[in-house]
């Protein structure tokens, strides 16, 4: 199992993304998108109701502690594709109880929610890190205390074991870098490769690797997240937005060279029959 924490800003455009996707070009794409989602309510705490009045409550309790900027926590758990379906509606739910428990925000407004847009079951459990009191869930040392949860509910539960980060492992455990090769990014890089090959431009790249399963975010720069959630900025893999232009640039140089190549021998084969 994987998990991620984000910490954020607006319930609002955190709680639309889990209920509707990301915003797309049309109302048709968008259904599409909505579709996709399969986005499903299993567990309230503290709250209750659709997207909007969720919206209403949790702002109203982000209210009392105004000087609080980031007061959403939004974590991510995806399970293995060998453990898909090996969990019910109530497990899920009792694993998200338990996450609460360990980051202090049990007695806070959060909502589990279920997503099947992926060959991934994966949870998301957005949550008011501002409690009834006014006072705010601590989320420091976020990622090592994830990695520990994370290892503590696949032995709980007899969930196929994922490595935690080297720098959350004893000394004696840990993987020299040398030898750790991060398998997401070098797929990510199969598939970016690909895509300049097979792409005119970034409209059509976008396009390319949504169909291999990633999700893009294109402004300033591009950011790519695969189906288990896992995010990466073009920049992190050596493919950043103006690399990745200046790649579809040469390769339609290369193209319109090999064209005018080919067009130039086509003709000089004519002229040397013509002669003949």
């Known amino acids: 199992m994987i998990g991620k924490i984000i910490v954020g800003k607006s319930f609002r455009g955190c709680l639309s993304y889990l209920f509707e996707g990301r915003l797309q070009e049309s109302k048709e794409m968008q259904d599409l998108e909505l579709a996709k989602k ?8 503290q709250c209750f109701g659709n997207k909007k009045e969720l919206i209403k409550q949790f702002n109203e309790v982000r209210n009392l502690n105004t000087k609080q ?33 360990s980051f202090k925000f049990e007695d806070n407004q959060y909502v589990v929610i279920s997503h099947a847009d992926t060959k ?38 007899q969930l196929m074991p994922v490595l935690s980060p080297n720098k959350f492992l004893k000394p004696e455990h840990r ?14 890089k199969q598939h970016l490769r690909s895509a300049i090959q097979k792409c005119s431009n970034i409209r ?22 695969d189906r288990q959630q896992v995010r990466f900025k073009g920049s992190q893999v050596g493919y950043a937005l103006l690399d990745i232009g200046k790649k579809l640039q040469l390769r339609q140089k290369q193209l319109l ?13 004519h002229e040397r029959g013509l002669s003949l």
């Open 175 to 188: 993987v020299p870098q040398s030898r750790r090769i991060d398998q997401r990014k070098e797929l990510l």
């Open 204 to 225: 059509q790249l976008k396009q390319y690797m949504e169909q291999q399963g990633y999700s893009v975010e294109l402004g300033r720069g591009i950011a790519f997240t």
């Open 69 to 101: 900027s980031r007061p959403v926590f939004h974590a991510t758990l995806s399970f293995a594709h060998n453990d898909a379906g090996k969990l019910d509606k109530q497990q899920k739910t009792d694993i998200a109880t338990e996450l609460a428990k």
């Open 120 to 157: 991934h079951e994966h949870l998301h459990i957005v949550a008011n890190r501002i409690g009834f009191d006014g006072k705010t869930a601590n989320d420091s040392n976020s990622y090592k205390r994830m990695a520990n949860f994370c290892r503590q509910i696949e032995q709980a539960y």
């Open 38 to 45: 399969q986005a499903e309510v299993i567990a309230f705490n």
């Open 257 to 269: 060279e090999t064209e005018r190549m080919e067009k130039q021998r086509k003709s000089e084969k």
